[in-house]
């Protein structure tokens, strides 16, 4: 079982950056994906980025060239760097692994809040 902490949320204000990690408590190299999710109040999860075992990423459309997702393996940790905030990405951001084997895993969350 893996688990997995996510940290570097905070407020924000807009056209600010920051940058969130995911430091999981085993390997990351045997997954198929690593990812990025977000949550905002009164809706739906939603993906936000998601980088695989060969280092390909893939982003929503929202990001709209502003999110760098990456991967560390000797470090076990994937980052999620987000630059030009908008007060609309406000969210709990969630950090997800996904194994061949169809487990899945999920963080805690951490709360990023960007003001206007």
């Known amino acids: 079982q893996v688990q997995l902490v996510e940290s570097g949320g905070g407020l924000v204000q807009a056209g600010g950056s920051l940058r969130l990690s995911c430091a999981a408590s085993?390997?990351?190299?045997?997954?198929?994906?690593m990812a990025w999710y977000r949550q905002a109040p009164g809706k739906q999860r939603e993906v936000v980025a998601i980088i695989n075992s060969r280092g390909i990423t893939s982003y929503a459309d929202f990001v709209e060239g502003r999110f760098t997702i990456s991967r560390d393996s000797p470090k076990n940790t994937v980052y999620l760097q987000m630059n030009s905030l908008k007060p609309e990405d406000t969210a709990v951001y969630y950090c997800?692994?996904?194994?061949?084997?169809?487990?899945?895993?999920w963080g805690q969350g951490t709360q990023v809040t960007v003001s206007s």
């Open positions: 085993g390997s990351i190299v045997s997954t198929l994906y």
């Open positions: 997800k692994a996904a194994f061949p084997t169809r487990s899945e895993y």
